[in-house]
């Protein structure tokens, strides 16, 4: 069975004025369509993969053949990135996170403003495309950035937030401009979605 991608969870103009209609269209219906088209026709080569979900085969990728290692990292990473990423946004989101991630980022970095400015300059500082991360390692709360679609979970790490910083997720309505579009984003933020995501981290 070939796997599929989700309808968004909104609408394509719910996350207005801070991510723009045509951006989300063209970001879940052509890029992340591609990732999951891509992984498709590499697991095709290796059906014997197909019984996996997305996350199984970014999670260890030393056991995926080597003829399609590359692909899978790729469109499968965009695959599993791109479908958190949906869900840890939402219509009328944002503001002060709650919950057990508010008092983890209060220990971690002092106060949700500081949190946001390093999250912020690391995404800000990523070389090209990437992802932004918020992960959990050892007890305590990291930023990470990684290249491309590579994602946490190749690292053994769970993903607990992420912000897309490919050009694609903003430069229809930002163009150059990214810092404007990691400071708009944190408006979109789902802490429901980000709390439920540190439950399963820090298990
Ligand atoms: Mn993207």
């Known amino acids: 069975m070939a796997y599929e991608l989700a309808p968004l969870p909104y609408d394509y103009a719910a996350l207005e004025p801070h991510i723009d209609e045509a951006t989300m269209k063209l970001h879940h219906d052509k890029h992340h369509q591609t990732y999951v088209t891509n992984l498709n026709a590499a697991i095709d080569k290796h059906p014997e993969l197909a019984s996996?979900?997305?996350e199984?085969?970014?999670?260890?990728l030393s056991a995926i053949p080597e003829d399609i290692r590359t692909a899978v990292k790729n469109h499968g990473g965009g695959h599993v990135n791109h479908t958190m990423f949906w869900q840890?946004?939402?219509?009328?989101g944002g503001g002060e996170p709650n919950g057990a991630i508010a008092?983890?980022?209060k220990a971690d970095f002092g106060d949700f403003e500081n949190f946001k400015k390093l999250f912020n300059e690391a995404a800000a500082k990523q070389f090209g495309s990437g992802w932004g991360w918020l992960v959990f390692q050892a007890?305590?709360?990291?930023?990470v950035t990684t290249a491309n679609q590579d994602s946490p979970l190749s690292e053994g790490l769970y993903p607990i937030l992420a912000n897309d910083i490919w050009e694609h997720a903003y430069y229809l309505k930002y163009q150059n401009r990214r810092a404007d579009y990691l400071a708009a984003w944190w408006n979109v933020v789902n802490w429901d979605e980000v709390n439920k995501r540190f439950a399963i981290a820090s298990k």
């Open 52 to 54: 996996k979900t997305p």
């Open 56 to 60: 199984e085969l970014i999670k260890n």
């Open 88 to 92: 840890i946004m939402k219509p009328a």
């Open 103 to 105: 008092a983890q980022i």
């Open 139 to 143: 007890g305590k709360l990291k930023i």
